[in-house]
């Protein structure tokens, strides 16, 4: 009973909104379907002492039970003109954390409630100090609701203790319509008839509460009305179980802490921390102006903007937002890199991730210190290796006697992969992951790896170090397997309309050395644009601009026999069990800006597919040409303006299905040789024929012995 | 993707970099309200766009007011004018699941497949070869049929099952939690169940009758034919399905914000074994 005391203390700080609450409440309590018009709820102003402690609780909300039954009925009528607008929200016992936004409402009932507020305030108070002196006179702990309602009962202020006869619960009887709607006023308090005492019974057993959880379903019902009332939806009893699995889940899942941030959400935050910290700008304020000037200059960075409405036409392409974020981070990636020109490439999607693809090219001589390191480290790997296999060579040839057949099998010469700015690394390419993370490089791509790309078929990941697992195995990781895709794709779907480039005028003929031919292209600067219309009849007003890769996996060719220095040193033991054929025969690709029309078909497929945007405005259309060898790849080209991008999974298109390589055949282990060979055992009769013959040989030199000691013994006797 | 909601969807599923041209969306605005009008459809869905050589079908599909009644598919060619297609029967199946390769984009063409027949003349039996003519129009009608039975799904609690019989769209769906989102049996396929009666008697005590009563994706064969991933910096989730690219479904977590789309070929990826 301790906690009565701060009671009447706190009564009078918030008696308005608990009196109307307490009101309503009450009338609540009388009937669950009342159609009352506006019905006002609003939250209380739970002392918080008082919170934490259920007991406390349960008494406050006998104390509200009593006092609203105590209150004067005429109440009600104030309590409907109270406006609809409070927050709606059942009050009486529900623990503040379940009340959000308690706060601008109440302002707005206490200023409603002013005149009122007075005349209950002395009522309250006059109530509260009864209520003092009353509980200091019965001392029942008021633990369980019911008792609640016996001390209730028992506190009838004017009369004695009536404990009558308990109805049973009878729905019919408690909601019948003489109990509905508003009681008559009444100045005194009335008895408490057979008829109430059932009906508190009933709400005794619906306040019941069970050891799982605090909801009591008379809460839970309350909340579901009040929800129901204030949101109006349409045709609610179709709604009615959703309504209530979310009701309960609001009640068990409130609103906690204003001060920590939802944890879930964490991750959600910190992106869009990275990707503010893409939209400002590099200096401070005050030099605002001098960074505008230099800005508005030469940039590498292109109007992604520009590219993507274009796109947009051909219904391809990211969201405009999307877009306009790439741009800024392709804006960061120029910052950091010393970049001379710079492209959108495209997205790859992966399975955990996406990439998104830039193209780029570094000024001259500023190519990347660490690449240099990367290929002496490789250099140095192999000759190690080399000198290795060298000593042991040495050694085992020493031990004549028992030495180990050296295999015969060579691996076949790595084709050296190609320079920087050149063939199919004539292109850096930087991917990340989202805009606003940071870019990575993408190493250059080797021969080796073009072939093997070609040979498998896997999805990406999204993370660049994942291994790919694959027959025949990936000389790499997922990075390489990446670049390589990204040289095959460009070097298959990069297309501009015809005369955009032109070959710059050389010296030297066209017959190089091979018939590798050029492979260096400028723009053209009369460039006229050809009109829509005739780009989509026929493809061979587009030509691709980057050079085929050859099935060794360069572009250029180079032959793998030819012996470097370095193997000459090296490889004088081994050329003479060299097996593998002399002569290897040139590879030869189709030469730079070669038309569409001579691309090859899939199966009687046309390789690209030409449409007009919109088919309604011809004047503004953009011709549109996708890929069906590579889906995913499109170009536009619109007046002197043309862009390629590819958005897709990465895989080239096959109309069969995949066949993954079988293995090897299994190699030859040794050439067979007397030497090696197992001798087949001798037959019985062999041996015995050999048993023979020294049977005959022994007997014959014993003869000779025995002869000749018998000649020996004749001669010491004479 | 509901109609209603068209642009908003449209904007949300671009990650996968397929979308629609400023025109096809906004014939397809008012398209769409007439097909609603004339057909009497409580629901209508933009289904998606199957890229063909020539042309592409654009395709949209109404629903009647109990949700996982058969819908009623339409195609168009220009986003104006709508045709009804069949529903799929058991022998345009058959039929159809031979044909490989693009689709062209013609609805009157025709494929051609031979096929070995037994003959039987007399006494004697031999094979001889008929021509079979597939309509495109059927394979179409497959195709859909194939992908909405594959991989067209929903968040689990945007529709839900009363007991007197149809399925109603949830309103008070207010979307998954950001861990949830990220789990693949929060989402369902938008079709008929078929394994729910496989499940243990442990795991159907769990379900709620009246939200799981459709099959959740964790079960789909092969595992992994599904890419969850988060776009737009965390505040969108995306599922592609890796058995027919181009199927993107996106939800933006904590919101009523989903649907999905298909923008592809029509072809079913076949190497996905050898491709996870």
């Known amino acids: 009973m301790g906690d009565l005391p701060p009671y009447p203390e706190s009564l009078p700080q918030q008696p308005p909104s608990r009196r109307s609450s307490q009101a309503s409440e009450r009338r609540r309590s009388w009937g669950q379907a009342q159609p009352l018009a506006a019905d006002p709820e609003e939250e209380r102003q739970m002392p918080p002492d008082a919170q934490h402690s259920t007991s406390g609780w349960s008494q406050r909300r006998s104390l509200s039970q009593q006092e609203s039954f105590l209150m004067p009925r005429a109440f009600q009528a104030e309590e409907v003109q109270l406006g609809g607008t409070e927050y709606p929200f059942m009050n009486s016992g529900f623990p503040s954390e379940f009340q959000p936004q308690p706060y601008p409402d109440e302002s707005r009932i206490q200023a409603a409630q002013g005149t009122t507020s007075l005349i209950l305030q002395g009522l309250q108070q006059g109530q509260g100090g009864l209520f003092q002196h009353l509980d200091s006179a019965f001392q029942e702990p008021p633990v369980s609701p019911l008792n609640q309602f016996n001390l209730y009962q028992s506190d009838q202020i004017y009369e004695s203790a009536q404990h009558g006869p308990y109805r049973r619960d009878d729905p019919a009887l408690q909601f019948s319509g003489s109990e509905l709607g508003f009681p008559q006023y009444n100045a005194e308090v009335p008895e408490p008839e057979p008829l109430e005492l059932a009906v508190q019974n009933a709400k005794a057993y619906l306040l019941q509460t069970s050891i799982n959880c605090d909801l009591s379903l008379y809460e839970h019902l309350v909340n579901l009305l009040t929800k129901i009332l204030n949101q109006r939806p349409e045709d609610p009893l179709s709604v009615l179980e959703s309504l209530n699995r979310t009701t309960q889940w609001e009640w068990f899942h409130p609103k906690l802490d204003m001060l920590r941030d939802d944890p879930e959400m964490q991750p959600t935050y910190e992106m869009a921390e990275k990707q503010k910290a893409l939209f400002t700008r590099g200096g401070g304020g005050a030099e605002g102006e001098q960074?505008?000037?230099?800005?508005?200059?030469?940039?590498?960075v292109p109007n992604i903007m520009e590219t993507a409405f274009y796109f947009e036409q051909?219904?391809?392409?990211?969201?405009?937002?999307?877009?306009?974020?790439?741009?800024?981070a392709l804006k960061q990636l120029v910052e950091q890199h010393p970049i001379h020109t710079c492209r959108f490439w495209g997205k790859i999607l992966g399975i955990n991730r996406s990439y998104l693809v830039a193209e780029v090219e570094f000024r001259e001589g500023e190519e990347e210190v660490e690449e240099e390191e990367e290929v002496d480290e490789v250099m140095e790997g192999t000759e190690v290796l080399e000198a290795h296999g060298e000593e042991e060579g040495e050694g085992d040839e020493e031990k004549a006697l028992d030495f180990i057949p050296k295999p015969m099998w060579n691996p076949p010469p790595v084709i050296p992969k190609e320079e920087s700015r050149s063939g199919a690394n004539k292109y850096l390419y930087f991917v990340c992951n989202e805009p606003g993370l940071p870019w990575t490089r993408l190493p250059h791509v080797t021969p080796a790896q073009i072939v093997n790309a070609r040979k498998?078929?896997?999805?990406?990941t999204g993370y660049l170090d994942a291994p790919v697992v694959s027959y025949p195995p990936f000389p790499g990781n997922e990075a390489n397997y990446l670049r390589a895709q990204i040289a095959r794709i460009s070097a298959a779907t990069q297309i501009s309309p015809l005369g955009f480039y032109q070959f710059s005028e050389e010296e030297g003929d066209e017959e190089e050395e091979g018939g590798a031919g050029r492979d260096s292209y400028e723009e053209n600067p009369d460039f006229e644009g050809i009109p829509v219309l005739e780009l989509i009849d026929s493809m061979a007003n587009w030509v691709h601009h980057t050079q085929h890769i050859l099935s060794q996996g360069r572009c250029t060719w180079v032959n793998p026999l030819q012996k470097t220095?370095?193997?000459?040193?090296?490889?004088?033991?081994?050329e003479k069990v060299d097996e593998g054929p002399e002569e290897v025969e040139q590879e030869v690709g189709p030469p730079l800006l070669t038309p569409l029309s001579e691309d090859a078909e899939i199966m009687h497929l046309s390789p690209w597919t030409m449409r007009m945007s919109c088919s309604l405005c011809p004047q503004y259309s953009v011709a549109v040409v996708r890929s069906n060898l590579w889906p995913g790849a499109y170009a536009y080209a619109s007046g002197k303006k043309f862009e390629n991008i590819y958005i897709g999974w990465g895989h080239k298109y096959s109309p069969e299905n995949f066949n993954p390589a079988l293995p090897a055949p299994i190699q030859q282990e040794y050439p067979s040789s007397p030497a090696i060979m197992e001798r087949s055992d001798p037959t019985v009769e062999e041996e015995q024929a050999v048993k023979a013959v020294q049977e005959e040989v022994l007997a014959a030199t014993e003869e000779e012995e025995e002869d000749k000691e018998e000649e020996e013994g004749e001669e010491t006797d004479d | 993707m509901d109609a209603e909601s068209l642009l908003l969807s449209l904007e949300l599923a671009s990650g996968s970099g397929q979308g629609l041209s400023p025109d096809r969306r906004a014939s397809l605005l008012t398209s769409l309200l007439l097909v609603k009008r004339d057909y009497r459809y409580d629901r209508v869905l933009f289904w998606g766009r199957i890229l063909g050589l020539v042309a592409d079908y654009y395709i949209a599909q109404g629903l009647s007011e109990d949700q996982l009644a058969p819908r009623k598919t339409l195609y168009s060619l220009n986003c104006t004018e709508w045709s009804l297609l069949p529903p799929a029967t058991e022998e345009m199946v058959a039929q159809s699941s031979v044909v490989k390769g693009r689709f062209m984009g013609d609805p009157s063409y025709e494929y051609e497949h031979i096929e070995l027949q037994k003959v039987n003349e007399g006494e004697k039996v031999f094979e001889e070869e008929v021509v079979i003519q597939i309509k495109e129009e059927t394979r179409l009608v497959y195709v859909i049929d194939q992908i909405d039975k594959a991989v067209a799904i929903i968040p689990r609690g945007a529709l839900f099952k009363t007991p007197f019989g149809p399925t109603h769209v949830n309103r008070t769906f207010e979307g998954l939690s950001l861990s949830e989102a990220k789990k693949l049996s929060s989402y369902f396929?938008?079709?008929?169940?078929?394994?729910?009666?496989?499940?243990?008697?442990?795991?159907?005590?769990?379900?709620d009758p009246s939200l799981d009563f459709m099959d959740s994706l964790e079960h789909d064969v092969p595992k992994g034919s599904w890419s969850i991933q988060m776009e737009r910096g965390n505040a969108l989730v995306v599922l592609r399905s890796l058995l027919w690219p181009g199927l993107t479904f996106y939800h933006a977590p904590r919101t009523r914000n989903y649907g999905y789309i298909y923008v592809g070929t029509g072809e079913k990826n076949m190497d996905l074994p050898f491709m996870l």
């Open chain 2, 189 to 207: 396929h938008f079709r008929e169940p078929v394994e729910l009666k496989n499940k243990t008697l442990l795991e159907k005590a769990d379900l």
């Open chain 1, 291 to 300: 960074e505008m000037e230099e800005e508005v200059g030469e940039t590498p």
């Open chain 1, 565 to 574: 220095e370095e193997e000459e040193d090296l490889g004088e033991e081994e």
């Open chain 1, 456 to 460: 498998i078929k896997k999805f990406f």
């Open chain 1, 314 to 328: 051909a219904g391809v392409g990211l969201s405009v937002d999307e877009s306009f974020r790439i741009f800024l």
